[in-house]
T-cell receptor, first 109, second 112 residues
Framework: GENVEQHPSTLSVQEGDSAVIKCTYSDSASNYFPWYKQELGKRPQLIIDIRSNVGEKKDQRIAVTLNKTAKHFSLHITETQPEDSAVYFCAGNFNKFYFGSGTKLNVKP | DAGVTQSPTHLIKTRGQQVTLRCSPKSGHDTVSWYQQALGQGPQFIFQYYEEEERQRGNFPDRFSGHQFPNYSSELNVNALLLGDSALYLC???FGDGETQYFGPGTRLLVL
């Protein structure tokens, strides 16, 4: 099946700094790439998504970039806050949804 | 506007038993997808139901089966439970093409 690789697996930043999480995928084509945030013991929550007809999308402190040629997409969080601490998952719809293995983000006050 | 709901929240079974998990989609949604999330991993796609039929299926054995009802709610059935089936089972609902998905709180299954 499709493989979505996500890096890094853990990320620790100081409050106010930026955080970047990257995902790559292999051969299949997807036109839709969502990002989910999952706090401990809670459901994954959709935080932002991007479709293949755009290269970048921004929503307040969160942005996603997509490079279809290179087959990678990234999540950017600026001015991080302690409440951003969670596990973040990227995903792609390759006729079926495939998720990355997750990035545990720790924002230190 | 009710979000996605799942029942039960927790379940303990023994090997070889069968289990049924339930999901009610978000109001206005007609598509339900099921995922298995092992501890420390990302969700893995089991299957998706639309118009009461299985539309897509992931790499799960036939022990995993499902159903969608006319009101769009769905069930996930797992037969002959194995220890490795212990996980958080998530359902996600969407409308039509199934791309923008919203997850339920999950059912945590423990197989002893």
């Amino acid at each position: 099946g499709e493989n979505v690789e996500q890096h890094p697996s853990t990320l620790s930043v100081q409050e106010g700094d930026s955080a970047v999480i990257k995902c790559t995928y292999s051969d299949s084509a997807s036109n839709y790439f969502p990002w989910y945030k999952q706090e401990l013991g809670k459901r994954p929550q959709l935080i932002i998504d991007i479709r293949s007809n755009v290269g970048e999308k921004k929503d307040q402190r969160i942005a996603v970039t997509l490079n279809k040629t290179a087959k990678h997409f990234s999540l950017h969080i600026t001015e991080t806050q302690p409440e951003d601490s969670a596990v973040y998952f990227c995903a792609g719809n390759f006729n079926k949804f495939y998720f990355g293995s997750g990035t545990k983000l720790n924002v230190k006050p | 506007d009710a979000g996605v709901t799942q029942s039960p929240t927790h379940l303990i079974k023994t090997r070889g038993q069968q289990v049924t998990l339930r999901c009610s989609p978000k109001s206005g949604h007609d598509t339900v997808s099921w995922y298995q999330q092992a501890l420390g991993q990302g969700p893995q796609f089991i299957f998706q139901y639309y118009e009461e039929e299985e539309r897509q299926r992931g790499n799960f054995p036939d022990r995993f089966s499902g159903h969608q009802f006319p009101n769009y709610s769905s069930e996930l059935n797992v037969n002959a439970l194995l220890l490795g089936d212990s996980a958080l089972y998530l359902c996600a609902s969407s409308f039509g093409d199934g791309e923008t998905q919203y997850f339920g709180p999950g059912t945590r299954l423990l197989v002893l």
